[in-house]
């Protein structure tokens, strides 16, 4: 009943700056949270930024000062600015939506995923 679009991926040099995006949609009462995950080859995901509905943020140690995660709650959509980018950077990134929907249920949604891959 919600659906995540991701976009903004892509092939980078070490150093170079990307922007990811994810809209959500559907039949959506209200988000709570939206996040960005991401997964390398061979690792667990895990958590880089999350946002609340108050503007509330948080960061892993490993992306403050580079990535700035914001909000637009009039288009529900979540923007990554990815910064000075590093090799270990590269990985899947996953957007994650927490709401209700109008049925006033709870839901949480994960987007399909967009690849960022920094050369070195």
């Known amino acids: 009943q919600v659906r995540l679009v991701e976009s903004g991926g892509g092939l980078v040099q070490a150093g170079g700056s990307l922007r990811l995006s994810c809209a959500a949609s559907g039949n959506i009462f209200n988000i709570n949270a939206m996040g960005w995950y991401r997964q390398a080859p061979g690792k667990q995901r895990e958590s880089v930024a999350g946002?609340?509905?108050?503007?509330?943020?948080v960061y892993a140690d490993s992306v403050k000062g580079r990535f700035t995660i914001s909000g637009d709650n009039a288009k529900n959509t979540v923007y990554l600015q990815m910064n000075s980018l590093k090799p270990e950077d590269t990985a899947v990134y996953y957007c994650?939506?927490?709401?209700?929907?109008?049925?006033?249920?709870?839901?949480?949604?994960w987007g399909q995923g967009t690849q960022v891959t920094v050369s070195s």
């Open positions: 946002t609340t509905s108050g503007g509330n943020t």
């Open positions: 994650n939506v927490e709401g209700r929907l109008r049925t006033l249920s709870r839901f949480v949604s």
